[in-house]
């Protein structure tokens, strides 16, 4: 699907592609490659400083990877809000979305299970 615009602040022309869940770590594979956001070039890089604000461009050394993408997808939420623009979703990246919602419940379904077997 082309994108023309990009969905932060509408500038019509060349979008790229923004991961919000990122990579596993520099030049490493895409967390969630198929979740993503089209924005503008200076849009795109006002969101990377933003996460590199609140400490979450890189998942870091030792950082438990579902956790950080759902942190770093809660950050996209939250900047993208005050910003005034509702967190988009693309069709095309619906699936990988709802893998990663999908993926944190089934972590909370085997924690639930775990602390009951040990209650």
Same mark, same amino acid.
């Given at each position: ?27 490493? %594979?895409? @967390? ?5 956001? *089209?924005?503008? +070039?200076?849009?795109? &890089?006002?969101?990377?400083? #933003? $996460? ?25 939420? %939250?900047? @993208? ?5 509702? *967190?988009?979703? +693309?069709?095309?990246? &619906?699936?990988?979305?709802? #893998? $990663? ?19």
């Amino acid at each position: 699907m082309m994108h023309a615009a990009c969905v932060l602040c509408g500038r019509v022309g060349r979008v790229e592609r923004h991961h919000p869940t990122r990579r596993a770590g520099r030049g490493g %594979e895409y @967390l969630d490659g198929g979740f993503v956001v *089209f924005v503008c +070039a200076g849009c795109h &890089a006002q969101i990377h400083q #933003a $996460l590199r604000v609140v400490g979450l461009d890189w998942p870091g050394a030792g950082a438990e990877p579902l956790a950080y993408r759902l942190r770093v997808t809660a950050a996209h939420v %939250e900047l @993208l809000g005050a910003q005034g623009s509702a *967190f988009p979703i +693309a069709p095309e990246s &619906a699936p990988a979305f709802a #893998a $990663l919602l999908r993926a944190a419940a089934s972590a909370i379904d085997v924690a639930s299970s775990a602390r009951a077997r040990t209650a």
